[in-house]
């Protein structure tokens, strides 16, 4: 990581977030999208609700890297008893066309990237679904994931740079994902730094991790909506408290897979997690929530 703003005094960084300085929207309820054109507004619109400005987005696209992860070894029949839940869905053209079935009127956001496995250096991608496939599937947006600091660096930067282009040429958004390594450190000043280089490329949204010192600065110094990663699986309560700080802390809403469909009970954590990011239910509240719907379901 680069040394950067050091003050004579001492040697840590100085730099003003004005966390408590509140984005201005003009004329669009999303930040950073006011100057957009109606295409694109209404896409996102689709994707976060309007009222609350945020979005519950239910990741299932880790096939594509990972094959038949824990709790998609089946996804029709995992994911479709979650859709009337969640707002938006994050998938691979694969796992939309065989197993969300078509009368389901759920924004998609298009997993585009391609080219590397579990098995292999994970940074090391291409684009393989272009956008005009993303149109003829109906996506209401396209993703590719960065990886600032890894081998492929700049490669993920051009997958995002195109995936921004050819969007914008047919009113698609895009939305970028900070990947990070197990090398990199998941704190504010790196995810700081991967996130508004995302949105100074031109993404209209990011994706990124959680961290739980400065994520607010995070967020205020990236001028579009962050949504948070859910990450590896937590238990229940653990998932919807980090659910909970990072919406308090300024997210627009989370993008949770793992934590959602490998829960014990799957959907009871997709009504709870929604609870927080569109009531603004506590971690408390929606956990009490989450083991009240299990306790009906059981009886």
């Not at 603004?280 to 009906?296: E, H, M, P, T």
Request: charged share 25%; aromatic share 6%.
């Amino acid at each position: 990581m680069p040394d950067v703003d050091k003050s004579k005094t001492g040697g840590e960084e100085r730099k003003d977030f004005s966390v408590g300085v509140r984005h201005e929207t003009p004329g669009f309820f999303l930040k950073g999208s006011a100057h957009l054109p109606w295409g694109m507004k209404n896409r996102l619109s689709r994707i976060f609700n309007p009222k609350t400005g945020r979005t519950l987005m239910l990741a299932f696209d880790h096939g594509y890297m990972m094959g038949p992860t824990s709790g998609l070894e089946r996804m029709d029949l995992s994911i479709p008893p979650l859709l009337d839940y969640v707002d938006c869905l994050m998938c691979s053209r694969g796992g939309l066309r065989t197993c969300i079935p078509p009368e389901v009127n759920k924004p998609v956001v298009m997993r585009c990237s391609t080219g590397a496995t579990v098995l292999k250096d994970l940074s090391n991608e291409v684009i393989g679904v272009t956008a005009e496939d993303a149109v003829a599937i109906n996506a209401s947006a396209l993703t590719t994931q960065v990886c600032i600091g890894a081998p492929y660096e700049k490669e993920t930067l051009s997958n995002l740079a195109y995936c921004i282009n050819e969007g914008n040429r047919l009113g698609l958004p895009t939305l970028g994902v900070t990947a990070v390594g197990k090398e990199m450190v998941r704190d504010a000043r790196y995810l700081g730094l991967a996130c508004r280089v995302i949105a100074e490329l031109g993404a209209h949204f990011v994706k990124t991790y959680y961290c739980e010192k400065g994520f607010d600065t995070v967020v205020a110094g990236t001028p579009v909506p962050v949504v948070i990663a859910g990450g590896k699986k937590l238990p229940e309560a653990e998932a919807l408290k980090m659910a909970y700080n990072a919406i308090r802390q300024g997210a627009a809403g989370v993008d949770m897979g793992r934590n959602i469909f490998c829960a014990d009970d799957p959907v009871a954590m997709a009504q709870a997690v929604r609870a927080v990011v569109h009531e603004n239910a506590s971690a408390k509240k929606a956990y009490d929530l989450y083991l009240s719907l299990q306790k009906r379901k059981k009886q």
